[in-house]
Each structure stands twice: as structure tokens, then as C-alpha cells.
């Protein structure tokens, strides 16, 4: 299907059109796919190595695919078909999963390592699409109320995710997890290719001098098409220098992302000895019902209002997350740790909304871009953030870990609220 699809007329300002409605559903069962094949995969990859380096190398191969294709789809997504894309991206994570379901035993490491890559890169590529799409499907007037449900299903959908993993793989075993985590990916590309909506902007004449600006304003007419990811980033970067700031703190953020996941399985061992699974299950249960919150909170109080969440409620969303995270290390009396849970799901639904929705004000040809920097600083971040973590619990209490980790975030973040502060009043 063309990328010039006919849009879905608009009745109101506040009003999705209702096909979005599909998309998010079908984003949503693809991330309960993705969250389900992540836990069966790790599962899988322990079990075939007989050790927990087979977990972690397939974790950091999924991430360095997640890398490289945060770098190629700025690119891809400015000169591909945006519709085409998601859905060869969720056929490439369907076929990869049959794949591996398929595989005899002896080959099974080569071939989940293998395809760690595809699902890491395709993953990613299919995300910055449609983070970029969204302005141009619902207008961007609306686009923070459409970030706002799409991030409601996700949350939603991960939970789902997680908690189910285990019982799925228990019960049908591996290779029926994995057939169902494929059907998840063809659903959501059977709802991309038949989606009515318009997924890139209008081209519109412009001035010689600004084609050039947008592009390179050093080179050549015509060789700025050449330029590789490095440099066209580092041109988003010149053009937007409040997405470096916001790419920054997101690669800080993921590193703590990564420091208290591998951290809390640690945590519950040591608090809850007896039941550390129930532990963990309460704990993001609970942080889910926050996340959930923080969507419910920007569409009902700040939307209805004309207010839309931007640099400010990113830097402090940041701030309440990655505090929140810490005291829940702290040995907190049961009530104020789920109060602290539902605090860093709050900062993390804020900071998800806030971010996607302030990228989205950029241009057309420049979103790609600072979508796949964003989305390679988050890989870098969390794969560092996984091998240091790691290593230094060996060492280390899980608070001190965690502690650190998420005490720079919280500095660059103050830091960013001041400059820009300080830029408002100028």
C-alpha cells in the first residue's frame, strides 16, 4: 500500500481518529509479543548454553542490533515507505522467531545468536517509524493525546507480557511461546498495511537555502544526500540542540534502567528470601499502575487543558523516576515501597510522553533522525549499563549500584530544567 494513503478526516481537535484506535491495539499485542519473547528467548538461550553467559550474550547481541538499527532508520524512514517498513519489520521479528522455534537442538545457540540482530534491529527501526509516523496519522495538535494512548496499551501490554512469560513457556513450552510470539508480529503487520491514515508529511516547495540548511549547509547542492547517519545525527543535533540534551539523559537514564533490573532480583533475594518472585510481581504490578497513571494524568488534566507536556515535564519526570527508583532499594516498610514503585512508574510514563511528544514537533525529515539517535543512546546506555551493573553487584550492595546509576540522571536532568528555564525568560 502507497505511503500516500488517504487520511482519515478529523471531527474534533480532541478526537483520534478511530482507526488509530486499531493501531494502538495492534502495537500493543506486538509488544506483548515482544516482552513475552524477550523472557522465553533469555530462557531459551540459558537453558541451550547451560550458563547465564548464554542469557547475557544473547541480551547484548539484541542490543547491539537495537544499536545499529537506531543509526540506519533516520535514513530508512526518510527515504522508505514508513508503512512498508513496519510491516517488513514485524515479518522479519515473525520469520526470525520461526526460525529459532524450528531449529534442531545442536544449532540452536548459532541461530538465536544469529538472529539476536534482526530482533534487536528491526525492533528498533520499526519503532522510530512509527514515533514518526504519528504526527502526520493524527496531526500535530493531537499527537500527545495519541503518544498518550499508545504508551496506556504498551504499558499495559508489557505487564501482560511479563507475567504471563513464565506460564506460557511452562505450560506449552518453548517453541509453542515462540509460534505465539510470532503471530503477535503478523497481527500488527496485518493492521499497518490496511491502515487508512497518512504516515509522512505533504512535500511543500521550499526555499533553495533552506534545502540546503536541512540537509548540509557545507556541501554541495546534491551531495548532501550522501551523507552517512554520523553526520546527518550530528546535523539534527546543530538544529535541535535540545535533543542532544534530551538524547543524553535518556542514554544515562537507560544505564539505570539496566542497574536496578538486574539489580532487584538481587534485592528481592536478600528482602524476601522466602518468595522473591512475589516480591518482584508486586513491584511491577504496582509500578505498572503508576505508568498507567501518568497516561490517564496527561490526557485527563493536562490535554483537556491545552497544556502539552514538554522539556520541563521530561527533565522532572526523569528527576521522580529515577529518585523513585532509589528509595525502593532503601528497605522501605512495605506501604511507602509501593508508594515509591508507583512514583517511578508515574516518572516513566511522564518522561515516555514528554519526550516522544517533543521530538514529534520537529519536521518531518528531521524526526527520523532524532528518534534513531534516541533510540541507539537508549541501546548503548542499557547494554553498558547491563555489563558495568553486573559486574560491580559482585562488589556492591544493590542500593549503592542503583544509587549511583540513577543519581546522574537526576543531575543532568536538574541541569537541563535550568537551561532551560533560563533560555524561557530569554
Request: glycine letters at 10%; hydrophobic letters at 50%; one cysteine or more.
Amino acid at each position: 500500500m502507497p505511503d500516500t494513503a488517504q487520511q482519515v478526516p478529523h471531527q474534533t481537535v480532541d478526537k483520534l481518529p478511530r482507526v488509530f484506535y486499531r493501531l494502538a491495539l495492534g502495537d500493543a499485542l506486538s509488544t506483548y509479543g515482544s516482552q513475552l519473547d524477550l523472557v522465553a528467548l533469555s530462557l531459551f538461550a540459558y537453558e541451550a548454553a547451560g550458563n547465564a553467559l548464554g542469557t547475557a550474550g544473547y541480551l547484548i547481541i539484541r542490543l547491539a542490533g537495537g544499536l545499529v538499527g537506531g543509526l540506519v532508520s533516520g535514513r530508512l524512514v526518510a527515504r522508505t515507505d514508513r508503512r512498508r517498513l513496519m510491516t517488513g519489520c514485524a515479518l522479519a521479528q515473525a520469520l526470525a522467531l520461526v526460525v529459532v522455534a524450528l531449529a534442531p537442538v545442536p544449532a540452536r545457540i548459532p541461530v538465536l545468536y544469529s538472529l539476536a540482530l534482526v530482533f534487536g534491529g528491526a525492533a528498533a527501526v520499526c519503532a522510530v517509524a512509527l514515533r514518526t509516523s504519528i504526527p502526520e496519522m493524527v496531526g500535530s495538535e493531537r499527537r500527545a493525546r495519541a503518544n498518550s494512548l499508545m504508551a496506556s496499551c504498551r504499558s499495559a501490554a508489557m505487564v501482560l507480557g511479563f507475567a504471563s512469560a513464565g506460564v506460557v513457556v511452562a505450560w506449552a513450552g518453548f517453541r509453542a511461546a515462540l509460534l505465539i510470539d510470532a503471530s503477535s508480529f503478523l497481527v500488527f503487520a496485518a493492521v499497518v498495511l490496511r491502515l487508512p491514515l497518512r504516515t509522512r508529511a505533504e512535500p511543500a516547495e521550499q526555499p533553495a537555502t533552506e534545502a540546503v540548511d536541512a540537509t548540509d549547509a557545507t556541501g554541495p547542492a546534491g551531495g548532501t544526500k550522501r551523507l552517512g547517519s554520523r553526520w546527518q545525527a550530528l546535523i539534527v543535533l546543530r538544529a535541535a540542540p535540545v535533543v542532544g540534551a534530551m538524547a543524553a539523559i535518556r542514554l544515562l537514564d537507560a544505564f539505570g534502567s539496566a542497574a536496578h533490573n538486574i539489580s532487584l532480583p538481587v534485592f528481592a533475594n536478600q528482602h524476601s528470601p522466602g518468595n522473591p518472585a512475589a516480591l518482584l510481581g508486586m513491584f511491577w504490578a504496582t509500578w505498572a499502575v503508576g505508568n498507567l497513571g501518568a497516561q490517564q494524568l496527561v490526557s485527563r488534566l493536562l490535554l483537556r487543558r491545552g497544556i502539552e507536556p514538554g522539556e520541563r515535564a521530561f527533565a522532572l519526570g526523569t528527576c521522580l523516576m529515577s529518585g523513585c527508583f532509589i528509595l525502593v532499594f532503601t528497605g522501605l516498610p512495605t506501604p511507602l515501597f509501593l508508594l515509591a514503585a508507583i512514583g517511578a512508574g508515574l516518572g516513566d510514563g511522564f518522561t515516555e510522553i514528554s519526550y516522544t511528544t517533543r521530538i514529534q514537533a520537529l519536521a518531518d525529515e528531521r524526526r527520523g533522525q532524532a528518534f534513531g539517535l534516541l533510540t541507539s543512546a537508549e541501546n548503548v546506555g542499557m547494554g553498558t549499563g547491563m555489563l558495568l551493573s553486573g559486574s560491580l553487584l559482585a562488589l556492591l550492595s544493590p542500593l549503592t549500584v542503583v544509587g549511583v546509576s540513577h543519581a546522574v540522571p537526576i543531575v543532568l536532568a536538574l541541569g537541563f530544567l535550568v537551561v532551560v528555564a533560563r533560555s524561557r525568560k530569554r
